[in-house]
């Protein structure tokens, strides 16, 4: 039932086990007993399962689908002078400038992720996650678009082909740069950029706590399509 997951646990440096929930509760009893020797379980599944089983939740993960159409693939007005949108080759070094800006913008994009989201986690999971995901993104190849001003990273999206659907991992904008257009002009070239394959969808995930992305994506016509209530489970802990 709990399945050991050897990467968090080399990352995080302790055991990490996952729980995915059917259409039922499964044998507690059972679970329990399985759940010994870990110290971190992630619970998944729908809102009222979770919930019944009594698993402290953390977040409510929403996977959101979006059929693009020939009107989305316009530039969207940009409200700030001199900001360029460019493909940022990662087959290259890149200065020491743009790795400190790039840094700062993967942690800005988790910054509702729930490793951060939960206060118990004090062992830098959140950076150390974060961290490495960039370095796959850039291992494999992913595609990544940059909003520049000057020498200025503004922004920043990732994104990958995969099963005849585009995937949007990583999107953010810096906090005073939000609001002006950005973000907009960034995935208007992800739209673009996936049309010209042949592909007409795009798919993401974000916090529905996140109340600001959430409306961006629906001005932006995502469409949710589920709903996953994920606990973190310290079976060490009363829950």
């Not at 595609?143 to 005849?164: D, E, N, P, Q």
């Not at 969808?201 to 932006?220: H, I, P, W």
């Not at 469409?223 to 060490?236: C, D, F, N, S």
Request: avoid cysteine; charge should be positive; hydrophobic fraction near 40%.
């Amino acid at each position: 039932m709990i399945q050991f997951l050897p990467f968090d646990s080399a990352l995080f440096g302790y055991r990490v086990g996952k729980l995915v929930l059917g259409r039922s509760l499964p044998d507690l009893e059972g679970v329990q007993t399985q759940a010994q020797g870990f110290e971190l379980i992630y619970v998944m599944g729908k809102p009222g399962l979770v919930k019944m089983g009594g698993w402290p939740p953390i977040s409510t993960r929403v996977d959101l689908v979006k059929a693009i159409r020939k009107t989305d693939l316009d530039p969207e007005s940009n409200e700030m002078d001199e900001v360029f949108i460019s493909e940022q080759d990662l087959s290259v070094s890149l200065s020491a400038s743009d790795q400190r800006q790039l840094r700062e913008l993967v942690l800005t994009s988790g910054q509702w992720s729930r490793f951060r989201q939960d206060p118990l986690m004090a062992n830098q999971e959140y950076e150390k996650l974060y961290t490495t995901w960039w370095e796959t993104i850039t291992s494999q190849n992913h595609r990544v678009m940059v909003a520049r001003r000057g020498k200025r990273l503004l922004g920043f999206i990732t994104f990958r082909l995969l099963r005849g659907r585009a995937y949007v991992d990583l999107f953010a904008v810096e906090g005073k740069s939000q609001g002006k257009g950005i973000g907009r002009n960034l995935m208007s070239r992800v739209f673009q950029e996936v049309y010209a394959k042949g592909l007409v969808q795009v798919g993401l995930s974000t916090q529905k706590a996140n109340e600001r992305a959430m409306d961006f994506y629906g001005r932006a016509g995502f469409q949710p399509m589920k709903e996953t209530l994920i606990a973190h489970w310290r079976p060490g802990n009363s829950h």
